[in-house]
Nanobody
Framework: QVHVADSGGGLVQAGGSLRLSCSVP????????MAWYRQAPGRHEELVAK???????TYADFVKGRFTISRLFAENTAYLQMNDLKPEDTGAYYC????????????WGQGTQVTVSS
């Protein structure tokens, strides 16, 4: 059973920063993709950022220039550095991990809440 542990959310004022962390403890095979999705109240889940292998990144337009995704490939750990946070960034953020070998499949963390006050 693959367990995805995501954390780092909290309450921050607009313009502030947070760093989210995602790890997959106990895995010895590198995940193909690690990504962050978010779901705001009343909205569908949306991709925030993803990283394929250890350096191919994709960002949603609404976070470009403010958020940075990175990972420690050998440790199956990813980070989402979020700067210049806005109230509309408020939501539950979920880590998504995809393996194409070993424990093949897609796995989700339990989510971490980010709340940005104006």
């Amino acid at each position: 059973q693959v367990h995805v542990a995501d954390s780092g959310g909290g309450l921050v004022q607009a313009g502030g920063s947070l760093r989210l962390s995602c790890s997959v403890p106990g895995t010895t095979i590198g995940a193909k993709t690690m990504a962050w999705y978010r779901q705001a109240p009343g909205r569908h889940e949306e991709l925030v950022a993803k990283i394929v292998d250890d350096d191919i990144t994709t960002y949603a337009d609404f976070v470009k220039g403010r958020f940075t995704i990175s990972r420690l490939f050998a440790e199956n750990t990813a980070y989402l550095q979020m700067n210049d946070l806005k109230p509309e960034d408020t939501g539950a953020y979920y880590c998504n991990v995809q393996f194409i070998v070993g424990p093949r499949g897609t796995y989700w963390g339990q989510g971490t809440q980010v709340t940005v006050s104006s």
